[in-house]
């Protein structure tokens, strides 16, 4: 069974290049061995829709670092295994408009699964709310708290294999190539 890295990050603003914090949960053999999470300093302004969602502001990251220092950080787990989100197309195209925005040089691809195209397939006639899954496998959730989105999406992955999903008929690739 292939390493996963579940994450999710929190926007300042809705232009959703910037992140103000950021959950990764990490699974091997199957179990949640650990994870990470951090405020990050955008260095942008905050929407009051996005700080009332997630009650974070600038007084809040004050003192946290910027993308870029906790990048180096963070680099070697978010390489070290397959990614997964919920939703998973906003959380990388969001870490993708960051990487862009800083100049910082990725890899070339990424490959990813989405928890909510999983669902979709296994589960349909359902909504696939974060939070509308959470309570129908009875996981724990902080909506809208990166650490928590991250771990729940972890274990909503583990709750999918369990159900027999094949993970594999669901990964996708998101590219990192800088624009021409």
């Given amino acids: 069974m292939p390493r996963f890295i579940a994450f999710d990050v929190e926007t300042p603003n809705r232009f959703n290049n910037r992140i103000s914090s950021i959950g990764i949960t990490v699974i091997e053999d199957g179990a949640i061995t650990g994870g990470f999470s951090s405020l990050v300093d955008p260095e942008t302004h905050f929407d009051y829709f996005n700080t009332a969602l997630t009650g974070i502001s600038e007084e809040t990251v004050a003192g946290a670092p910027t993308f870029p220092q906790l990048w180096e950080r963070i680099a070697p787990l978010m390489s070290s295994g ?4 919920h939703n998973a197309p906003f959380d ?89």
Avoid at 82 to 85: G, T
Avoid at 141 to 160: G, N
């Fill in 92 to 180: 990388m195209g969001v870490l993708k408009k960051c990487l862009n925005d800083y100049g910082i040089e990725w890899k070339p691809y990424a490959r990813y699964v989405c928890t909510v195209r999983m669902g979709r397939d296994l589960l349909p006639g359902m909504r696939h709310n974060l939070d509308v899954m959470c309570r129908f496998f009875g996981i724990p959730l902080d909506h809208h708290q990166a650490e928590s989105d991250s771990r729940a999406c972890a274990e909503l992955l583990l709750k999918y294999m369990e159900k027999g999903a094949d993970v594999r008929q669901f990964i996708r690739t998101c590219s990192f190539k800088k624009a021409q």
């Fill in 82 to 85: 397959l990614l997964v989100a």
